[in-house]
């Protein structure tokens, strides 16, 4: 028996021809088809070189496991997200490694209705099949055909906003040569057919698996440039940027400053309460200051979450929330099964625009002022549990207010940081905020303290 190590806690990722091959895929596609019994699942791959193939070779492990298949060609996360819940579907399956290096790539899997699969949910039983190979022979395989839903996507894309509603707005989309651009390419058409005044402007937007522009990652303060620059050149309200499977998008303001995925939470909450007070908005626990005082203020509950996809959709679920959002860019809708999206956030901040006839730096600069934060700061270090016990250990004469939803947050009044092992990379992450009002302390003060403290 042979033991797979792109199993991971949300999806698999692994180094390709090692770790995540065809054979593999083919193993994880019967795998999935004989533990679920689905009658028809979505599947649909990034812009990989390699997913093609591994996309074919899953879909062999499906119909080999009686599962029919609707292909949906090359698509972003969300498509097979969205393909799960509009369709009469019982699943789905993305062939994407998102923002990991050219060597990599993954898979995500969801159940009937969009709903994650992760360990805690059934990803270890799919791992222990494919590693055993225990596969019972079936009567008839399944089938496969093509689908496109690319009209309905768009379509259930534009219910979020008022498309008479949007002001003359210029946009700069970069797509990083992933999957995004023919949404882009979609929705500009719906643009026009509807007379919406907006002009899109496109750069890196051709999909090409080669990823000459490098991988689309703009967490990564070097991939910001293009983006930020495009905005300048050419005087835009805003700029967009996506990693390459779009399920996350980055925000630049008029002025090309990239907004932290933080500030971006208040902005949809804000998007959704101002049209219906009293919904609930699911945060993470990492920065939550600003979150609390924008649901606060707009007559929302914020309710916490663990970070993790599978961890924010369930509590959304139960919770009945509207949204949910990660500071780490990924944003979650009710309406969207409670799914990620990459493209919802950037329609409703030019809604936004349109509705407050303010530009971007405005309508967050308060945010920022108010609440600054460090941006998340990792740290590679031997044993992640015991430097955060080291850092508990330092403060706990401070007599902070302690969390220990996800990691350790330690609360000062006039500061908090939290602190957390990652739960996808051997990281240790760090983020860090203060009140403005009642600090003395530059946010530098803190990063530098916590820095020397971890590093020593």
Same mark, same amino acid.
């Given at each position: ?17 090692t ?8 193993k ?38 009686g ?20 369709l ?20 995500k ?16 039983d799919?791992?222990?099949l ?14 496969t ?5 690319l009209?309905?996507?768009?379509d ?13 707005? *210029?946009? &700069? =989309?970069?797509?990083? #040569?992933?999957?995004? /651009?023919?949404?882009?390419? $979609? ?6 057919q ?40 050419h ?41 219906q ?35 924010? *959709?369930? &509590? =959304?679920?139960?919770? #009945?929330?509207?949204y /949910?959002g990660?500071m780490? $860019? ?26 407050t006839?303010?530009s ?20 590679k ?74 590093q020593?």
């Amino acid at each position: 028996m042979t033991k797979l190590t792109c199993f991971k806690a949300y999806d698999i990722r692994g180094k390709l021809g090692t770790e995540l091959n065809q054979d593999i895929a083919y193993k994880i596609g019967r795998a999935y088809g004989q533990i679920y019994q689905p009658d028809t699942v979505v599947i649909g791959c990034d812009i990989r070189l390699s997913s093609e193939a591994l996309k074919q070779a899953t879909i062999k492990g499906l119909n080999d496991a009686g599962v029919n298949v609707l292909d949906l060609g090359m698509t972003g996360t969300e498509e097979v997200y969205f393909g799960a819940f509009h369709l009469d579907v019982q699943g789905g399956i993305e062939i994407t490694a998102s923002h990991n290096p050219m060597d990599y790539n993954g898979m995500k899997l969801v159940r009937e209705n969009a709903r994650p699969i992760s360990a805690d949910t059934g990803l270890k039983d799919i791992q222990a099949l494919a590693e055993s190979e225990d596969f019972q022979q079936v009567n008839v395989p399944g089938t496969t055909r093509s689908c496109d839903i690319l009209p309905a996507f768009t379509d259930h894309l534009l219910s979020y906003i008022n498309p008479e509603k949007i002001r003359p707005l *210029k946009l &700069v =989309m970069n797509a990083g #040569n992933g999957a995004a /651009g023919h949404v882009v390419d $979609a929705l500009e058409e719906k643009f026009k057919q509807l007379n919406v005044p907006v002009e899109l402007i496109k750069i890196h937007h051709e999909a090409d698996g080669t990823f000459p522009n490098g991988i689309p990652n703009p967490i990564l303060v070097e991939n910001r440039d293009s983006t930020r620059q495009a905005v300048l050149q050419h005087q835009a309200d805003m700029g967009i940027a996506w990693d390459g499977d779009f399920d996350r998008c980055f925000l630049f303001d008029e002025k090309g400053q990239f907004i932290e995925g933080y500030y971006i939470v208040g902005l949809l909450a804000q998007a959704f309460l101002i049209k219906q007070s009293g919904e609930k908005i699911v945060h993470d626990p990492r920065l939550v200051w600003n979150t609390f005082d924008i649901v606060d203020q707009y007559q929302g509950i914020a309710v916490q979450s663990k970070s993790g996809h599978a961890f924010i *959709k369930d &509590v =959304m679920r139960e919770h #009945n929330a509207v949204y /949910g959002g990660e500071m780490s $860019a990924h944003h979650y809708f009710r309406d969207f099964a409670y799914c990620d999206s990459g493209m919802i956030p950037w329609l409703l901040t030019i809604a936004l625009l349109s509705e407050t006839g303010q530009s971007l730096s405005s309508l967050v600069e308060n945010m920022i002022a108010k609440f600054p934060c460090s941006g998340e700061i990792n740290f590679k270090v031997a044993d992640t549990q015991a430097t955060v016990k080291k850092i508990f250990d330092h403060y706990a004469d401070q007599n902070p207010q302690v969390d220990r939803t996800d990691g350790v947050s330690l609360d000062f009044g006039a500061w908090r940081f939290n602190v957390r092992a990652s739960n996808t990379e051997p990281l240790l992450r760090l983020n860090i905020e203060s009140r403005a009002d009642q600090n003395p302390h530059p946010m530098q003060a803190y990063v530098d303290e916590l820095t020397t403290l971890i590093q020593s």
